[in-house]
């Protein structure tokens, strides 16, 4: 495990750029089936824009090594469930499983530096999401494409529990939660 990593709330614009950086480098559509298979992907792709404004509701968590950005955690409150059209559905189906009064929060997306996998980053940043969010919020949500295995094991290794699969898009989904 990595002891010089710290993990922080996204603040500043720079950190928000290195995010988007960090999320470029491991989009589905920029990284080769081996790597799919072997170190997972990400999916959606967030505007500048989207990002800074998601961070202003609810700061992103990020981990960072020597002032770098190496991992993150994104979160998004329901409020964004109609701003990002991949997310949609995941909004929809949080919708009709979950009791209307469970108060979440949707880890939109998490991504670690290839240099810095294997070295406990996601489950700190998990901790740390976990951490600082448990008086705001019951539980964290978030759906993971079953084709990408690391993410799946990832999740189920920090105690997230299956809500729901379902398909879409030629795509078999896993809803999943984490309560606090």
């Known amino acids: 495990m990595q002891t010089n990593i710290t993990y922080t709330r996204a603040s500043t614009k720079n950190e928000l750029l290195q995010i988007l950086e960090l ?10 089936e081996t ?12 505007s500048f824009e989207i990002l800074q404004t998601m961070n202003t509701v609810c700061p992103h968590i990020i981990a960072k090594h020597k002032n770098n950005v190496v991992g993150y955690a994104l979160t998004m ?6 701003d ?5 559905p995941m909004f929809n189906h ?6 209307a009064n469970l108060n979440y929060i949707v880890m939109g997306q998490i991504c670690i530096d290839k240099n810095f996998r294997g ?23 978030t759906l993971i494409d079953s084709k990408n295995i690391r993410s799946i094991n990832a999740h189920k290794a920090v105690g997230f529990k299956t809500l729901k699969t379902f398909s879409q898009d030629e795509k078999n989904l896993n809803l999943v939660i984490l309560n606090f």
């Not at 070295?119 to 949500?141: A, D, E």
Request: charged share 20%; aromatic share 8%.
């Open 84 to 88: 990002i059209d991949i997310l949609k």
């Open 77 to 82: 409150v329901k409020d964004f469930k109609n």
């Open 119 to 141: 070295q406990g980053v996601f489950k700190g940043l998990y901790n740390h999401m976990t951490h600082t969010l448990k008086n705001q919020f019951s539980c964290i949500i």
């Open 35 to 46: 790597v799919k298979q072997k170190e997972g992907f990400v999916t959606v792709h967030h």
């Open 94 to 99: 949080i919708e009709t499983t979950v009791n």
């Open 23 to 32: 999320q470029k480098a491991n989009l589905i559509t920029n990284v080769s």
